[in-house]
């Protein structure tokens, strides 16, 4: 079973920045492809980014492309997501997500889970 524990969210104003971090434990961090989701009240989980094991291979979403960036440190059983030029509409819950397959941005193919941490940008 893998645990997923994420921190670094709150509140930041437009245009600012938050680093988001997911502690991994449970399984060795380099078999596990990791992903960032998030949930704005009254939507769909969507897809933001994932990297795969090694991290050599990155996916963005459209709506984050150039301002967010996914990294992970497997020494460290760690992945973040920096976010920069925030906006208002990056407001939701932020959920890291790893699974032990290929590299994808459904959140259906993913098997773990975190319990979220909330980003909230105001305009």
């Known amino acids: 079973q893998v645990q997923l524990v994420e921190s670094g969210g709150g509140l930041v104003q437009s245009g600012g920045s938050l680093r988001l971090s997911c502690a991994a434990s449970g399984r060795t961090f380099s078999t596990l492809v990791m992903a960032w989701f998030r949930q704005a009240p009254g939507k769909e989980r969507e897809f933001v980014a994932a990297?795969?094991?090694?991290?050599?291979?990155?996916v963005y979403a459209d709506s984050v492309k150039g301002r967010f960036t996914i990294s992970r440190d497997n020494a460290k059983n760690t992945v973040y997501l920096q976010m920069n030029s925030l906006k208002p509409e990056d407001t939701a819950v932020y959920y890291c997500a790893a699974d032990l397959q290929t590299i994808s941005q459904l959140f259906r193919n993913y098997d773990y889970w975190g319990q979220g941490t909330q980003v909230t940008v105001s305009s």
């Open positions: 990297t795969s094991k090694t991290g050599s291979i990155t």
